[in-house]
């Protein structure tokens, strides 16, 4: 059974730094296409970056710059690692195994101003 378990995420303020980690089982990431997406309450939940099956990387003009996606294959792990954080980051981010459109439960992210 293929299950993604998302963490780190927290309170931060302002300019601060987090990163979240996509830990896998039950299926190996390596060569696999990963996403991050994010929902603020209200919100529609919005893609946030991907890291391809073929290490290519992608993000949404709102995080281009600030967060970076990177994979561990050693630990089965994607990471998303965001700086300089804005309030309007807050949001529940969850991780995404795509071949299978697998979804996580997410981690909150509150960014203080």
């Known amino acids: 059974q293929v299950q993604l378990v998302e963490s780190g995420g927290g309170l931060v303020q302002a300019g601060g730094s987090l990163r979240l980690s996509c830990a896998a089982s039950?299926?190996?990431?390596?060569?696999?296409?990963i996403a991050w997406y994010r929902q603020a309450p209200g919100n529609q939940r919005d893609y946030v970056a991907v890291i391809g099956s073929d290490g290519s990387r992608n993000y949404a003009d709102s995080v281009k710059g600030r967060f970076t996606i990177s994979r561990d294959n050693a630990e089965n792990t994607v990471y998303l690692q965001m700086n300089n954080l804005k309030p309007e980051d807050t949001a529940v981010y969850y991780c995404?195994?795509?071949?299978?459109?697998?979804w996580g439960p997410g981690t909150q992210v509150t960014v203080s101003s």
């Open positions: 039950g299926i190996f990431l390596s060569g696999k296409a």
């Open positions: 995404r195994l795509t071949l299978y459109d697998n």
